[in-house]
C-alpha cells in the first residue's frame, strides 16, 4: 500500500484525556476523512458531535442526515465525489445501513461505519454494552460480501484502528466496520496523539491516464485499482448489479462469477496481509483465550490469576474481526486442550472458532447477555474447566 | 502496583463529571499514572444522582469499572445515601457538609467535610463548588498532585474563568491541608 503522511490540519497531535468515541473522530480527521453523514444515536452520537465541531477547522463537511438509511447512501455519493467518509451509529442505525452497506461492497466504494455496540435486539439496552452485532457486521448485507472489521479495546485504540480502517478501505476499495462497544465508547483514557508526520495514510487513489483507458473496475482478487471522483472527466457508471470493467450491467451467470470471485478474493486471499492479532504466551499453553474489545481487557485480568494458580494460559485478541484468523485457529487446536471465546452475546464468534478449531480441541463459550462486561471471575472458571 | 478507585457523587449540574475529568486527565498526562473514566449515561446524569468513576493505577487499567471505591466524594444528600455503604474499612469519605446530612460519624472512615458550595460563592459563584471539592479532595487523599490538577484544567474548564477556577481549587486545596492537620492532631 503506497502512504504519504497525514494532512497537519486534521491531526490534533499532543496527548489527551478522552474517550473513545472522540478518538474515532480524531483517528478520522489524522487518516483525511473530510465528509460524515450520520444520524445520532447513544452511544456513538460523540463521534458525531466531535467531528462536528471539528469540521470548520479542518475542512471537513458535516451532515446530520435524516436517518442511518441516508446517511450510508450520503456516504457512497461523498466517495465518488471524491472524499474520504465515515458514519458512526450502533445495532439500529447499523441495521438500517446494511443495504447500501451491501450497495457499497458491489460498487467497491471505499467507506468506514463504526457500530459503538449497545446491547439488543432492537432499541434494547440504549445506554449499556454489547458485543452482539459481530456477526452482523459480515452477514448483514444480503448476497456473498467479504468485508473488512476491526474492533479496538481502548481509546488509543480508537484512534489507531480509525486510521488503519480508512487506510484498509482506501486500498480494498471495501466498507471497513469498527465494532467497537459503549464501554470503550464511552471510557475516557490517555490517547495521544502523534504529529502528522509520523501518521501514515494512503491517499485516494485517483486515475490520471488517457479517458478512453479508465475502467473504475478491475476483477484480478486484488486491491489497489484506482477510481475518480465525479466532475474530473472520466466516464464511469457504478450500479447495484453485476457489472463490467467500465461499471456497466452484466446479468449473466459468467459475470456473477468474475464479480463475485473477485470481492470475495480481494479480501479472503490477502487475509494474511490484512488480519492483526495481539498474542501473548500462546505457544505451550494449553489454554488459549480468544476475545476482542473491552472483554479482552478483562479476559487479560482472568488470565493473569490463572498463570497465578500455575495453568499455561495464553492471550489470542483478535484486532481484525473480519476477515477471521482461520489459519491462526487452524495451527493452534491441534496444540491445546481448549479455547476459552468470552464475548457479551449470546456466542458469536465462538461458532467461527468451533468450525476453524474442527474438533481437536474443546471450544468453551463464556456469553454474556449484554449490558455489562464480564466479571473477571467468571473466565477464570472457564479457563480452570478448560485446562482440565 | 497500586490500584485506586475513586467515585465523584452528587446531583447533575454540580460538575461532578468534569471532576473526574479533571482528575483523570491530571493523573495520566501530568502525574505519569494510568486512568481510565466512567460516568453516568442517561436521565441521571441531566439532573438527579449523578456519579463518575476513576480507576487509577501504576500499571495498565484491564477492568475499568470501580468493584470497591476506597474514596468517595459525595456533594449531595442522594449521593452520599446511595453510595456511602460501599466504602471499606478506613476508607476515605469526602461530603459537602452543608448539603449532606450525615447518619453517623463513620467510626471506620476517614471523614472529611467541606462547605464548597459556600467557598464558591465566597469565590464568586457557586458553579465552582465542584473546584473547591476538587482542591479539597487533593489535599487530604494525596492520589494526585496539585500541580498536575492545575495543569489539567484549561480545556476543561473555560478559558476566561481559567483563574477563577485556580483560586477555587486552591480555597479548597487550603482547607484539606488545615483538615488533615486538625485530623493528625485529634488521633
Known sequence: ?388 | MSTQEIRFSGFGGQGIIRCALITGKALSLYDDKFATMTQSFGPEARGSACAAQLVMSDSRILYPYITQPGVLLALSQEAYDKYYGELPKGGVLIVEQDLVKLKSDHPDLKLYRVPATRFAEEVGNRLFTNLVALGFFTAVTKVVTADAMKKALPGLVPDRFLKVNIKAFEKGYEYGIEALKTAGAAS
Open chain 1, 1 to 388: 500500500m503506497k502512504t504519504v503522511t497525514a494532512d497537519p490540519k486534521g491531526v490534533d497531535a499532543g496527548p489527551h484525556f478522552m474517550d473513545g468515541d472522540h478518538a474515532l473522530a480524531e483517528g478520522a480527521l489524522a487518516a483525511g476523512c473530510r465528509f460524515f453523514a450520520g444520524y445520532p444515536i447513544t452511544p456513538s452520537t460523540e463521534t458525531a458531535e466531535r467531528f462536528a465541531e471539528r469540521a470548520p477547522e479542518v475542512g471537513a463537511l458535516f451532515i446530520q442526515m435524516e436517518d442511518e438509511l441516508a446517511s450510508i447512501a450520503a456516504l457512497i455519493g461523498a466517495a465518488w465525489g471524491g472524499k474520504k467518509c465515515m458514519t458512526v451509529t450502533c445495532g439500529p442505525g447499523f441495521s438500517l445501513m446494511v443495504e447500501n452497506i451491501g450497495l457499497a461492497c458491489i460498487t467497491e466504494t471505499p467507506l468506514v461505519i463504526a457500530n459503538v455496540q449497545r446491547g439488543g435486539p432492537s432499541t434494547g439496552l440504549p445506554t449499556l454494552t454489547a458485543q452482539q452485532d459481530m456477526m452482523q457486521a459480515k452477514w448483514g448485507p444480503h448476497g456473498d460480501n467479504a468485508m473488512i472489521a476491526l474492533s479496538p479495546d481502548s481509546p488509543q485504540e480508537c484512534f489507531d484502528l480509525a486510521v488503519e480502517a480508512f487506510n484498509l478501505s482506501e486500498y480494498y476499495r471495501v466498507p471497513v466496520i469498527i465494532l467497537t462497544d459503549e464501554t470503550v465508547g464511552h471510557m475516557h483514557e490517555k490517547v495521544v496523539i502523534p504529529p502528522a508526520d509520523q501518521i501514515k495514510v494512503v491517499p485516494r487513489n485517483n486515475y490520471s491516464g488517457p479517458k478512453e483507458d479508465f475502467r473504475p473496475y478491475k476483477f484480478n482478487s486484488q486491491g489497489g485499482h484506482p477510481m475518480t471522483q465525479a466532475g474530473d472527466g472520466y466516464n464511469f457508471h457504478i450500479t447495484g448489479l453485476v457489472h463490467d470493467e467500465r461499471g456497466y450491467p452484466v446479468m449473466t451467470a459468467e459475470q456473477g462469477k468474475i464479480v463475485v470471485t473477485h470481492l470475495m478474493e480481494k479480501i479472503n486471499g490477502n487475509a494474511d496481509k490484512i488480519i492483526r492479532l495481539e498474542e501473548d504466551q500462546v505457544d505451550g499453553a494449553d489454554v488459549v483465550v480468544v476475545s476482542y474489545g473491552i472483554t479482552s481487557r478483562i479476559a487479560v485480568k482472568a488470565i493473569q490469576d490463572a498463570r497465578k494458580e500455575g495453568l499455561k494460559v495464553g492471550s489470542l485478541r483478535l484486532i481484525t474481526i473480519w476477515p477471521f484468523c482461520e489459519k491462526r485457529i487452524r495451527e493452534l487446536a491441534p496444540k491445546i486442550k481448549a479455547f476459552v471465546v468470552p464475548e457479551i452475546n449470546y456466542g458469536q464468534m465462538v461458532l467461527e472458532v468451533e468450525r476453524c478449531a474442527a474438533g481437536q480441541c474443546k471450544v468453551i463459550s463464556v456469553n454474556h447477555c449484554g449490558g455489562a462486561v464480564h466479571e473477571p471471575e467468571v473466565i477464570l472458571d472457564a479457563i480452570r474447566k478448560a485446562a482440565k
